[in-house]
């Protein structure tokens, strides 16, 4: 057997050649056991030979497959949220349904079962809380104990049914860097040299163009300027 030992430890395909030959001339004697190893066993070398299965490569490729897998699933199950309602839930759980996937609902509802026999002496390990970003059972215990329903904000936002951060758009509004452009153009036009510092730094301020804008059709009108007149979006008047 150490022959055949020698060949499943092989840690590459040419000491595998190698060692299978050696086991070739040792069973040279024993033609049906050889013929059994060739066409049965050795079809499979793939998956015990040292040279295959232990590859790093090979490795790496099965544990991403597997962890893809379950990746798949999850999203499979919250992309079927929309179309799945939970009945019998608590009432503390009511504000969630149709907020939070259904997914992370049962999962806290398993939790939420265990508020009856797990030991609140025990300090939180945050191992549900931070590992699937859902209320524990010490969590929801300090909730239910204030006398409030668990709420989004228990939840990580993945679980937030509304939650896409691929589109998350910020309250700030955007500033259009052309019109402000043409804006401050105009402006230049009609002030004098020595104003222009003056006007770079209420710029600065983030005193808005159109403000000044407004200010400067004003002096114009003035001064009876006919030449230039714009009105307070920057058309001509």
């Known amino acids: 057997m150490s022959v055949w030992g020698k060949v499943t430890q092989a840690k590459t395909p040419e000491i595998y050649i190698k060692q299978l030959d050696a086991l070739k001339k040792h069973l040279s004697s024993f033609p049906a056991v050889l013929e059994y190893i060739q066409s049965t066993i050795l ?15 090979s490795v790496f490729k099965s544990l991403a497959l597997a962890v893809e897998t379950q990746i798949n699933q999850v999203h499979n199950s919250i992309g079927q949220d929309t179309v799945k309602t939970l009945v019998n839930v ?5 504000p969630l349904l149709g907020n939070i996937s259904t997914f992370a609902l049962r999962e806290c509802l398993m939790q939420f079962d265990r508020l009856n026999d797990f030991d609140r002496s025990k ?6 809380s931070i590992g699937l970003g859902i209320p524990c059972p010490h969590i929801m215990a300090k909730i239910f104990k204030r006398g409030d329903s668990l709420a989004l904000k228990d939840f990580h936002f993945q679980w937030h049914l509304k939650y896409n951060p691929e589109i ?3 309250d700030t509004p955007e500033l259009d860097l052309d019109e402000e452009m043409k804006l401050i153009m105009v402006l230049l036009l009609h002030k004098q040299p020595s104003k222009l510092v003056d006007l770079i730094d209420q710029t600065l301020q983030k005193k808005t163009v159109s403000t000044s804008l407004c200010t400067l059709h004003s002096d114009c009108a003035n001064k009876g300027t006919s030449a230039f007149m714009w009105s307070y979006n920057g058309s001509l008047a």
Do not use: N, Y
């Open 168 to 170: 998350t758009k910020s």
């Open 90 to 94: 608590p009432k503390s759980f009511i």
């Open 123 to 128: 300090p939180c390990l945050h191992t549900v």
């Open 43 to 57: 079809l499979l070398k793939e998956k015990f030979i040292v040279a295959w299965a232990c590859d790093l490569l």
